[in-house]
């Protein structure tokens, strides 16, 4: 259903770049070099509005940043390169047509380790996994990837489909448990299967970026589920509350501390009963395509 809808609102963008570049040429006698130039423009540019907003509002809001963690004006830039890209790479060519990049879950039967289970984030889809997925498969991980639908519900309804993923997935593995990671608002239905649900079946989640305390963000966000996002929300106090599932041994919270969604980043993104680990010059969506962010993965996801 995301990717048909990211379709759908690409095509739409698209047919009103090339009607305004037909009206150009037809009635104002614009080369169609020039048009089309215009129409390139455009998209671009209003990519690149989201990008300079999302760090513009980050930066206004932003946790104070550790020595070790701090940045450079050229790592800065560059940062804010990958992220402009990741928007453009992820929401207009991998999540639109995700089946197509991704393909099926190449889910056979494991030894040692259990299968991981990767959950995408808010108006995503697995389609964001394409550069991890491959990654983790060459670590020697068995990976599944899971659609939350439907894209604006609220976080506890996606709580039924992880449980069927999760089952499928062990059926296919041959597996007892799964280990769980969720980027952005998926780490949050992490949190909400297991409240649901239980932990019997999780041998730890891992979380990359995720507002466990909410994101001032949320507040432009649409849906059940940005509202619930953001900090100091009634959802997100009852997660909270000390009765809620304890979360299973060597889970952890990774987040960036130039993170330009989820911000003030170390205090929303801390989690109790998981390592909080931080890293600096990753970007929300460039989190995707991180080398950085995959090596703090993968350490994460060894047993200790």
């Known amino acids: 259903m995301a990717a048909r809808q ?70 800065a830039l560059r940062m804010a390169l990958e992220e402009y890209a990741g928007l453009i790479v992820l929401f207009s060519v991998i999540q639109p047509f995700e089946a197509f990049w991704l393909g099926p879950d190449r889910l056979g039967k494991v030894a040692a380790r259990p299968p991981l289970l990767l959950i995408h984030g808010y108006q995503c889809n697995r ?23 439907p894209v604006w519900a609220g976080i506890d309804d996606y709580a039924p489909g992880i449980a069927r993923r999760i089952d499928e997935v062990l059926a296919a593995t041959g597996a007892a448990r799964v280990i769980l990671v969720g980027h952005s608002m998926g780490g949050l239905v992490l949190r909400a299967y297991l409240r649901r649900c239980g932990g019997s079946k999780v041998a730890r989640i891992v979380t990359l970026g995720s507002p466990h305390q909410g994101t001032r963000l949320a507040r432009l966000g649409l849906g059940r589920n940005a509202q619930q996002m953001c900090i100091d929300s009634p959802w997100l106090a009852a997660l909270g509350l000390p009765a809620a599932v304890p979360l299973p041994p060597g889970s952890a919270s990774i987040f960036s501390f130039h993170d330009n969604y989820v911000f003030p980043q170390q205090a929303c993104s801390a989690l109790e009963g998981a390592a909080n680990v931080a890293v600096g010059g990753v970007s929300h969506l460039g989190m995707a395509f991180s080398p950085l962010m995959l090596g703090e993965l993968l350490e994460a996801l060894e047993p200790t």
């Open 6 to 75: 990211m379709r759908w609102l690409l095509s739409g963008e698209l047919l009103l770049y090339a009607m305004l570049s037909a009206w150009l040429v037809t009635q104002v006698g614009w080369t169609p070099v020039a048009a089309a130039g215009l129409a390139l423009g455009s998209f671009l540019a209003l990519r690149l509005f989201i990008t300079a907003l999302t760090f513009i509002l980050m930066l206004a809001n932003a946790d104070a940043v550790p020595g070790q963690f701090r940045i450079g004006s050229l790592r």
């Open 127 to 149: 389609g964001f996994w394409f550069w991890l997925r491959s990654r983790l498969e060459a670590a020697g991980w068995t990976v599944a990837t899971h659609n939350l639908e």
